[in-house]
């Protein structure tokens, strides 16, 4: 497992503490009621996570990715939602820090970087899922600009967000990306969406219509919005996939905990049954593994390298811990874990997302397999 330094082993140690402080007592109330959380947003400030991967010439605390998905899992293991609040405005920044043009930085980069504005990655919409050329939301020219007009679905912060990068369809059928102030007119978030877990991001359709954009709007060059979607999503399934190892450790933690305090004739049934140490045992392997392959694909990224298909595969092995670990802490707390009393229930129901949310289990896949047989 990659050992962390000891800087940012000491900053883990800081974020932990603050989340078992003020993120875990919210989990609960932010589950039950799915709406967005001003309070959670501004402990996600004050914690400084949207400007963690970034230089402090733009309002960054001038760490590394290695350090934004270690926080990113402890905030998680405190509450799994906790991890979606930077996410996406961290995923838009570090795109214009890499592709946007100097009037794009000017304008909201610094911002995100501070938390002062929040993103959103507006990519899928009703009939899409993950396939790119699926994508019905047009621009098409006007004047020296463009319009937009189409509908998204499932978008994180939709009706919080201050900017958008939105995937639309350009004149010929190739994508372009544009950022969008979701304050003009023609934008409108719809009604919230519940879901069987994570709900508290402020998830929304969004319906767009006729939004006037200047051409300074469009990010990379006109019909590269593909090539954006990569260079952003590759980053998010790292972040994504600490958030998964977070739930798991979570899962690990509290069917321990239930184990040393449960029961059987005296003994707890930790110290009694071999079963139940067979499955902590399983459990907390799966945590590792994941783990280690989050922090090195984090490190991979730090050094600049390409990792689409590392990226794909931290994603997909760590939904799967999630998963499994997830099912595994219900069947240690046995039917109290079923009930609201313990916090496994909602840590089952979020150990499922990530293989259907953000980018379905069978798309990275894919993703690694085309890799695989493009390197033969």
Not at 39 to 44: A, G, M, N, V
Request: aromatic share 6%.
């Amino acid at each position: 497992m990659l050992t962390l330094s000891e800087d940012i082993e000491e900053f883990r140690r800081a974020v932990q503490a603050r989340a078992a402080a003020d993120i875990a007592p919210l989990a609960a109330q932010i589950d039950r009621e799915q709406r967005f959380s001003p309070r959670l947003w501004e402990i996600t400030r004050e914690m400084n996570l949207t400007g963690l991967p970034f230089a402090e010439a733009i309002g960054g605390q001038g760490g590394t990715y290695l350090a934004y998905v270690t926080a990113i899992e402890e905030v998680a293991r405190a509450a799994a939602i906790s991890g979606l609040y930077p996410g996406t405005t961290v995923q838009v920044a570090r795109v214009l820090e890499q592709l946007g043009t100097p009037e794009q930085r000017d304008r909201w980069l610094e911002p995100l970087v501070r938390g002062d504005a929040i993103g959103c990655w507006a990519f899928t919409e009703p009939s899409t899922g993950s396939d790119p050329k699926q994508i019905r939301t047009r621009v098409r020219e006007d004047g020296d600009g463009w319009l937009l007009s189409g509908q998204k679905a499932f978008i994180t912060h939709a009706a919080t967000a201050n900017v958008a990068l939105t995937f639309a369809q350009m004149p010929g059928g190739r994508i372009g990306a544009f950022l969008v102030d979701t304050s003009d007119p023609g934008w409108q978030p719809g009604e919230h969406v519940d879901l069987l877990c994570l709900g508290g991001a402020g998830t929304a359709t969004v319906y767009i219509d006729d939004v006037r954009l200047g051409p300074e709007a469009l990010v990379g060059a006109p019909g590269e919005g593909f090539q954006v979607m990569l260079a952003g999503e590759a980053e998010g399934k790292v972040r994504t996939a600490a958030i998964c190892v977070g739930i798991a450790q979570r899962a690990v933690d509290e069917a321990a905990k239930y184990a040393r305090e449960r029961l059987h004739r005296g003994t707890p049934i930790g110290d009694k049954f071999p079963t139940v140490q067979a499955l902590l045992g399983g459990m907390q392997a799966q945590v590792v593994a994941a783990r280690a392959l989050v922090r090195a694909v984090a490190q991979e990224i730090d050094e600049g390298r390409e990792v689409q298909q590392a990226a794909a595969a931290a994603r997909l092995m760590a939904a799967r811990a999630s998963r499994e670990v997830s099912s595994d802490a219900l069947q240690v707390c046995g039917a109290y874990g079923l009930t609201r009393d313990l916090p496994v229930e909602r840590l089952y129901r979020e150990g499922k997302f990530f293989e259907v949310g953000q980018g379905v289990a069978e798309i990275q896949r894919i993703i690694i397999g085309k890799r695989v047989l493009a390197a033969r």
